[in-house]
């Protein structure tokens, strides 16, 4: 585990998690990550699931959806992270959670995608609303 941290989080530059295609559909990440990121493939996802967030909200992408509105899966055939959703368990863990329970370690940090801790506490607290 220390060598996926060590892999994550790097000059304060920390990598989104994806899960990859050696997902075994065991469910064991989906009711460990507090921000309710995680879907079963092939399920609809919406923002305001597992968060308090109301109203509108621009996605990442620079759409504005209706946080209720049911979006179209990230992947059919295995579970899925949305990364509108996903602060890395910023806020909430010390280390990403999905990833410390996967029995096949298919939770890995996306080189493609970098957010500073910054930006993921803005994230939590866009849907975290107090
Ligand atoms: S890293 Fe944390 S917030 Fe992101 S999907 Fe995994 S458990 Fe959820
Ligand atoms: S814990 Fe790993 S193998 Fe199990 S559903 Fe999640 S990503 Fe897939």
Redesign the pocket.
């Known amino acids: 585990m220390l060598l996926l941290l060590k892999l994550i989080i790097n000059n304060n530059r920390i990598m989104a998690?994806i899960i990859t295609d050696e997902c075994i559909n065991c469910g064991a990440?989906e009711p460990?990550?507090?921000?309710n990121?995680?879907y079963e493939g092939a399920v609809e996802w919406t923002i305001s699931e597992g968060n308090t967030v109301t109203g509108m909200y621009i996605l990442e992408g620079g759409n504005e959806v209706d946080v209720n509105d049911k979006q179209e899966p990230i992947e059919d055939d295995y579970y899925f992270?949305v990364a509108d959703k996903?602060?890395?368990?910023v806020g909430f863990?010390e280390e990403?959670?999905?990833?410390a329970v996967c029995p096949v370690d298919c939770?890995v940090p996306d080189d493609e995608r970098v957010e500073t801790e910054e930006e993921l506490l803005v994230k939590k607290g866009r849907l975290h609303v107090v």
């Open positions: 998690i990440c460990e990550c507090p921000n990121a995680i992270i996903c602060t890395e368990c863990h990403p959670q999905c990833a939770c």
